[in-house]
């Protein structure tokens, strides 16, 4: 399984980005797919996860501004960010986790900066 992560860059506050993660070796629709970001000094933490079903979750401070979503025919998953802030800094990282076996993929990281 490999996801290869795209899109970052430096963007100033009130801007745009747009990740992708693309997938080999697995399917985005059958798993549950993550976004992650670390910034520095701090602990990984978890952005959005959009599951099989659809259902997707966010971390409170990104509710409103940032959208998952995924594209089954290109096997990729985006993560949609608008009116990004200074605390959005961050190296984010898409991850997925096998439910038939338990093991998870981390795709390097994308770096996201942004200025105020």
């Known amino acids: 399984v490999q996801l290869q992560a795209s899109g970052g860059g430096l963007v100033q506050a009130g801007e745009s980005l747009r990740l992708s993660c693309a997938a080999s070796g697995t399917m985005v629709a059958i798993n549950p797919m993550g976004w992650y970001r670390q910034a520095p000094g701090k602990q990984r933490e978890l952005v959005a996860l959009i599951r099989p079903s659809a259902i997707i979750n966010y971390v409170d401070s990104v509710k409103g501004r940032f959208t998952v979503s995924r594209d089954n025919a290109k096997n990729t998953v985006y993560l949609q960010m608008n009116r990004l802030k200074p605390e959005d800094t961050a190296v984010y990282y898409c991850?997925?986790?096998?439910?038939?076996?338990?093991?998870?993929?981390w795709g390097k990281g994308t770096q996201v900066t942004v200025s105020s």
């Open positions: 991850h997925v986790e096998l439910p038939i076996n338990g093991m998870d993929y």
